[in-house]
């Protein structure tokens, strides 16, 4: 039983995550919380900060040129694969009773987000967790123009990718010691994307209440 809740629990500690699996799981990871609606718990904004710190280190030996590419095409096939499921199954979706990994409120949100920033949801969307894993699945829902959202998926996903990572890989050149606080700066990027969720949580619950 240890050894199962230690495994669940490695799934969202991006230290784990890097070193047990890598790129490559890395790279899963990015894929699932941007393409699959039971990834929205996954700690994507933190590994992508932290994958920028460790980059050329042994733990992530690779260029940081590859890093930001392979990240890129991850977060861009996963919001084109949810975008396809919400096209498909969003109706079914619908109609199926709330779990932990799927609720309506979530796919409320996500829409109401794109109704106040329209095209450009998809870009800023990126950068708030639920919402970057919800808001492809609602635009495939509602028939969103494909083209157009093909374009600010990609647009999207460089942005949130090379600032992310690249904020973390020159963090390390400037200030090498911060290698050695790493929970703390986990800690404090998962505090600071919250607030943009928690601000939604409370604009839709005060539009219900009013």
Request: net charge positive; proline share 4%.
């Amino acid at each position: 039983m240890y050894e199962f809740i230690h495994s669940i629990l490695g799934l969202v500690s991006p230290e784990l995550i890097i070193n047990k699996g890598g790129l490559i799981l890395l790279l899963a990871i990015i894929f699932t919380e941007n393409g699959l609606f039971f990834g929205f718990f996954l700690p994507g904004d933190s590994l992508l900060f932290l994958a920028g710190m460790l980059c050329g280190l042994p733990i992530l030996d690779v260029s940081i040129l590859l890093l930001i590419t392979c990240i890129v095409l991850a977060a861009f096939l996963g919001y084109l694969l949810s975008y396809v499921v919400g096209l498909k199954l969003g109706n079914w979706l619908l109609s199926r009773p709330d779990s932990f990994f799927f609720k309506a409120r979530y796919l409320n949100m996500a829409a109401s987000y794109f109704e106040k920033r329209h095209q450009g949801a998809i870009i800023i969307g990126r950068f708030i967790p639920v919402i970057r894993t919800f808001l492809p699945l609602c635009l495939g829902l509602i028939k969103s123009d494909f083209k157009i959202f093909m374009i600010y998926n990609l647009l999207g996903s460089l942005i949130w990718t090379s600032s992310l990572v690249l904020a973390g890989y020159f963090l390390k050149l400037i200030f090498p010691d911060l290698i050695h606080y790493l929970e703390w700066i986990i800690a404090l990027i998962v505090v600071v994307t919250a607030i943009p969720l928690v601000r939604q949580f409370y604009k839709i619950k005060k539009s219900q209440a009013s």
